[in-house]
């Protein structure tokens, strides 16, 4: 039996394949099932203002160098309007509900508008020298330490190694061949242990200068060694790294005013958690 006219163009209609779909999204996710909200009046509107129509201009612009042509721009209006409905649509269905991707991408909007005045915040001269001050630490040059190294085979070479150099010997021609450098030039405690093992650096800064000594341990065996230069950490005048300061103190101060929000926003909230849960 052939299929009545009526009911072929109704097979083939696509409004009642989206309420099919529709359907089958309630049936197969009813954690999406609740009530929708229901429309307020003014919901089924659509205002494409001339400040969004010009917003999009300005990104096609931006994209292609040039002005959109009108039906190019005509068509810009027709994908955000086409957006628009299918945006509220989705939120009818409760599409949004649930939805890692999308909880994450709120937050950090709720987020970045609570920080976004702080862009704009300038402390005083006094407000910031204070911050600084109990900050310096942090952009303090690090200590740094200048040697040379002698690596031996054994141990039991340090007393014959010490003598030849004592003797005058040249420090190029003792020891054994490695790929670490004979000479560190000013080297931070974070260099010199990434080559020669952790503690290596406060070992040699225990030394006392210009004299060959050891043997010391690093990572790869024993060394002779000769401490040539040593600086201590030195914090710099506030002016000379006035920029990075007010960078940092501007995330300080947005992260604080992110955690003040938070916990506003918490205080409106009743948590009951599970009894043998952790605390957040």
Known sequence: MQPRPFLSRLIREPLLHFALIGALVFFLYPGNATTPATPVVGSY????????????????????????????????????????????????LGLDRDDPVIRQRMRLKMEFLGESAVGAMTPTDAELAAWYAANAAEYAAPATITFGQIMLTDPAEAEATLAALAAGADPATLGRGTLLPAQIDAGSAQAVDGLFGTGFFDAMSQLAPAIWAGPIESAYGPHIVRLDVITTAKEPPLETVRDAVLEDWRRDQAEALRESQFQAFLSRYTVNLPDDGPTP
């Open 45 to 92: 509107v659509i205002d494409v203002t001339p400040q969004v129509r010009d917003r999009l201009a300005a990104q096609f612009a931006a994209t292609w160098n040039r002005q959109p042509e009108p039906d190019e721009l005509a068509g810009l209006l027709s994908e955000h309007v086409r957006e628009e409905v299918l945006y509220r649509e989705a939120l009818a």
